[in-house]
C-alpha cells in the first residue's frame, strides 16, 4: 500500500482542464488537500466535483478512484 504524492494527482488532475480554468480549478482542489481532517477533505470533495464535474467530466474521477491512496 502507498500514499500518492498530491502533487502528481493535482497535475494528473489538471492535464483535463484548459489553460483558460486552470487557475481557479487548482485553488479549488487546494480546498480539498488543505482541509484540516478528512471529513472537511471529503466534503470540500465533493463540492468541488459537483462544480467542475459537468465542465469537465473526468477532471475528478482519480481523486474518488484514488480517495484511500491520497487520504491520510
Do not use: G
Request: charged residues 35%; hydrophobic residues 30%; positive net charge.
Amino acid at each position: 500500500e502507498y500514499q500518492r504524492c498530491i502533487v502528481h494527482q493535482v497535475r494528473n488532475t489538471l492535464k483535463y482542464v484548459p489553460d483558460k480554468d486552470r487557475k481557479a480549478f487548482a485553488t479549488d482542489l487546494k480546498t480539498i488537500y488543505q482541509a484540516s481532517d478528512e471529513k472537511k477533505a471529503l466534503d470540500a470533495l465533493d463540492r468541488v466535483t459537483e462544480k467542475w464535474t459537468p465542465k469537465y467530466p473526468n477532471s475528478m474521477k482519480r481523486w474518488k478512484d484514488n480517495w484511500d491512496a491520497i487520504s491520510p
